[in-house]
């Protein structure tokens, strides 16, 4: 499987304390319009393993194939690909072969919870006091980066971390912008873009922090950006579909599940607060066409369900916007698609269950609660 090319996205308004965008470019393929979607339009669907532990890695990719995805968010783990195990070359090819055989795309995603450290959740980070520590942190993106081109990913994701007791706020985004220093290097050689996340309760928690460490570092091309959508209903000022318009030029990697204002809780489509059509909608108008993968990383007790439902919702929300149809009993959004037209609120598939979270992490609370905050 060779690499895809690195997405260069332009163009959009910008997210506060953006720098103000060059005019929009189209990737070749990208449909620009402002109009329902189009029977070819660029929105390809992926699910995160995270949300499928409970399966081995051959056995959830051929679950996602069979289902109709169009790719898959791997992350690196101790149960699917190993990234510190013996033999990882070898195991990297097989991952290859396999993606090749049931034509998945991928993107490597590196927010295990204890890949690195048994006993403390995603530790290290980035912004270790330890160098040393810093340095696995460190050495585990750049053999992402190295997996994600053996695979043919078209984007490596990761995230800051939480500024330690103690650190203060500028010492944490200088310790940020050197410790990234090497991996966007290998990045930038490998042709693979460093997607990095927005995370709540992190250093870098919000759109506007992710444009501070771009221009500390230069806005240097591999530098890119994760948007999670639930992330944008968590925390953000702009509304997701806002977010997703104004993250435009930087979009390197998506995310997208459901949630509610000010709880960080990775939910089921239709058990949150979004409004997913104008979302849909806004990721279509952009020049993104890299996988938009379902974050779900709680439910894997029930992630082969949950993932055949999510990819119901997806495309029944799609239809939906193809047809401009607003359902005569829903009353219609503040929302407002970029014709000016008013969205239609978001519909449940007809056949969508209640799953409960298994896995509850004692002690969290409000807008830190989920898998990836410690």
Not at 229 to 251: F, K, T
Not at 290 to 308: D, K
Request: aromatic share 4%.
């Amino acid at each position: 499987m060779s690499p895809q090319p690195s997405l260069q996205a332009t163009g959009s308004q910008p997210s506060p304390g953006a720098d103000t965008p060059t005019a929009p470019q189209p990737s070749p393929g990208t449909v620009a319009r402002s109009g329902p979607l189009p029977d070819n339009h660029p929105l390809r669907y992926g699910y995160g393993t995270n949300g499928l532990t409970d399966l081995r890695l051959n056995d959830a990719l051929s679950l996602l194939a069979d289902l109709g995805y169009d790719g898959v968010g791997l992350t690196l783990d101790h149960m699917h690909l190993d990234p510190l195990a013996p033999d990882l070359a070898a195991r990297t090819r097989r991952v290859a072969r396999r993606l090749d055989e049931l034509g998945l795309g991928v993107t490597i995603e590196t927010g295990a919870r204890y890949v690195l450290d048994p006993r403390h959740k995603h530790g290290p980070s980035l912004l270790d006091p330890d160098p040393d520590q810093r340095a696995r942190r460190v050495d585990l993106l750049i053999r992402a980066v190295q997996i994600a081109t053996d695979l043919g990913a078209h984007a490596v994701h990761c995230f800051s971390g939480i500024a330690p007791e103690g650190t203060d706020e500028d010492t944490a985004w200088k310790r940020l912008a050197e410790t990234l220093a090497p991996v966007l290097d290998t990045a930038t050689t490998a042709g693979i873009p460093l997607a990095i996340e927005p995370e709540p309760g992190h250093l870098l928690a919000t759109l506007t922090d992710f444009h501070r460490l771009r221009r500390t570092l230069g806005s240097p091309d591999a530098l890119g950006l994760t948007l999670d959508i639930g992330h944008c209903q968590c925390l953000e000022p702009l509304s997701p579909a806002e977010c997703v318009r104004a993250a435009a030029p930087w979009l390197r990697h998506v995310q997208i599940e459901d949630m509610r204002r000010g709880i960080h809780e990775h939910l089921p489509f239709g058990d949150g607060e979004i409004d997913f059509p104008p979302v849909l909608e806004a990721l279509a108008t952009t020049p993104y066409q890299g996988l938009i993968v379902v974050e779900l990383p709680r439910h894997s007790h029930a992630g082969p369900q949950l993932a055949e439902q999510s990819l119901q919702f997806l495309h029944h929300t799609a239809v939906r916007l193809d047809s401009q149809e607003p359902a005569k009993s829903q009353e219609p959004d503040s929302s407002q698609l970029p014709d000016g037209s008013q969205a239609p609120r978001t519909p449940k598939p007809p056949t969508y269950s209640q799953v409960p979270d298994e896995t509850p992490i004692p002690g969290e609370g409000p807008a830190t609660s989920e898998g990836r905050t410690p």
